[in-house]
């Protein structure tokens, strides 16, 4: 069973700087896919950043230049390195897997992030 576990969230003013980073276990195969969408209250989820096994990356448009995401294929885990953080990047972010051997897409459970002004 495939378990995605979120970390490094918390709490920053404007300007600071998060690193997120997502563990995934229970797979032996390197994943297509991962990222991170995130969901603010009474917004649709979104994505903010994905990169695919070839670590070729791409960005939402309000975090692209402040966000970076990177990978690690063999410990499958991926990261989301935060800077200038602004309120408005406030929101539950949640880890994804995409898996093209499976045909899966695994979840974390969220981590919350909030940015005073």
């Known amino acids: 069973q495939v378990q995605l576990v979120e970390s490094g969230g918390g709490l920053g003013q404007a300007g600071d700087s998060l690193r997120l980073s997502c563990a995934a276990s229970?797979?032996?195969?390197?994943?297509?896919?991962m990222g991170w969408y995130r969901q603010a209250p009474g917004k649709q989820r979104e994505l903010v950043a994905q990169v695919n096994a070839g670590r070729v990356a791409n960005y939402a448009d309000s975090v692209k230049g402040r966000f970076n995401i990177y990978r690690d294929n063999d410990k499958n885990t991926v990261h989301l390195q935060m800077d200038s953080l602004k309120p408005e990047d406030t929101a539950v972010y949640y880890c994804?897997?995409?898996?093209?051997?499976?045909?899966?897409?695994?979840w974390g459970q969220g981590t919350q992030v909030t940015v005073s002004s």
């Open positions: 229970g797979a032996s195969y390197r994943f297509f896919l």
């Open positions: 994804y897997a995409q898996s093209s051997y499976s045909g899966s897409t695994f």
